[in-house]
């Protein structure tokens, strides 16, 4: 079956500079990759996703790249801001399931 | 999201209880899911349902079952509680086009 990984487990940036969250995957024939933000005491967010036919996706300050060779896939958030601090979780899809990475707590200070 | 609800938000309960966590939807999705969540483990799937007839096991069922009352809601039941199974709780949905899940804003089961 499919195993996400995730990294690092923790990460502190300064306001204003970036944050990249990685992940690897296992099984290539996984196609949906979403990233969620959990904020505390509440449910995972979708915030971003991409499909294996696109390398990069960008919403405003944040993006996703994907190389499917390599079987990796990463976060980018620039010019980070306190309420960018949550847990972030990648998540990979393998027969209608979302196998989800452990999760990346991000603390940006001001 | 506020689509997606959970009952209870909160439960404290004692060993060797039966507990239900209830989960309702008014997004009109098929597909419902129940996770735990464990700090540093991420989110598990425990049992997912593609549609009222359909019940499948996840990644961690033991000890754990489920009931599709209606395409709008999903229980997940604890027959006989025990302490490892102190955790959040999340319930999900999706429609069966797309694969982007909603979340409820979970359960934080305690078991003494």
């Known amino acids: 079956g499919e195993n996400v990984e995730q990294h690092p487990s923790t990460l502190s940036v300064q306001e204003g500079d970036s944050a990249v969250i990685k992940c690897t995957y296992s099984d290539s024939a996984s196609n949906y990759f979403p990233w969620y933000k959990q904020e505390l005491g509440k449910g995972p967010q979708l915030i971003i996703d991409?499909?294996?036919?696109?390398g990069e996706k960008k919403d405003q300050r944040i993006a996703v790249t994907l190389n499917k060779t390599a079987k990796h896939f990463s976060l980018h958030i620039t010019e980070t801001q306190p309420e960018d601090s949550a847990v972030y979780f990648c998540a990979a899809e393998n027969t209608d399931k979302l196998i989800f990475g452990t999760g990346t707590r991000l603390q940006v200070f001001p | 999201d506020a689509d997606v609800t959970q009952t209870p938000r909160n439960r404290i309960t004692k060993t060797g209880k039966r507990i239900m966590l209830e989960c309702s939807q008014t997004?009109?999705?098929?597909?419902m899911y129940w996770y735990r969540q464990d700090p540093g483990l991420g989110l598990q799937l425990i049992y997912y349902s593609f549609d009222v007839k359909d019940i499948n096991k996840g990644e961690i069922s033991d000890g754990y079952s489920v009931s599709r009352q209606a395409q709008a809601k999903f229980s997940l039941s604890l027959e006989s509680a025990i302490p490892n199974q102190t955790a959040l709780y999340f319930c999900a949905t999706s429609d069966w086009d797309t694969d982007t899940q909603y979340f409820g804003p979970g359960t934080r089961l305690t078991v003494l």
């Open positions: 997004k009109g999705h098929d597909r």
């Open positions: 991409i499909r294996s036919n696109v």
